[in-house]
């Protein structure tokens, strides 16, 4: 926690609209804070885990917003723990929509469906 006047995380549910035209709901949570001038600064505090496989192979994937926050995650791309260690490290296991991987001696290129 960093520190400033006042702080809070709100849960609420947004419409998105995706790419097909489907208007979906999602929840969706930030934490809100003012900063000791009064600024106010947010980030988004969800997240998205889900255990998925490619070429068979399962892994663990995350998608949550970094920078865009617009409720979309497509924009920030996937995290896939790809040596299975529980941790999602930079680069190496970021993907984002278009990107390629190798998996189990295969290649892959990535197309991410989710908003």
Not at 9 to 36: A, C, F, H, M, Q
Not at 61 to 76: G, I, M, P, T
Request: with cysteine; glycine share 8%.
């Amino acid at each position: 926690m960093g520190s400033g006047k006042l702080a809070v995380t709100l849960s609420l549910e947004v419409e998105v609209l995706s790419d097909s035209g489907e208007r979906r709901n999602r929840p969706y949570r930030i934490w809100l804070w003012l900063t000791k001038k009064d600024v106010p600064r947010f980030y988004a505090v969800c997240h998205y885990k889900r255990r998925i496989s490619i070429a068979g192979t399962p892994f663990v994937a995350v998608a949550f917003e970094q920078r865009n926050h617009d409720v979309l995650y497509k924009a920030d791309g996937l995290w896939i723990d790809l040596d299975g260690d529980g941790r999602l490290k930079g680069e190496e296991e970021h993907f984002l929509d278009g990107s390629s991987i190798d998996v189990a001696g295969k290649h892959f290129i990535l197309q991410l469906d989710y908003p």
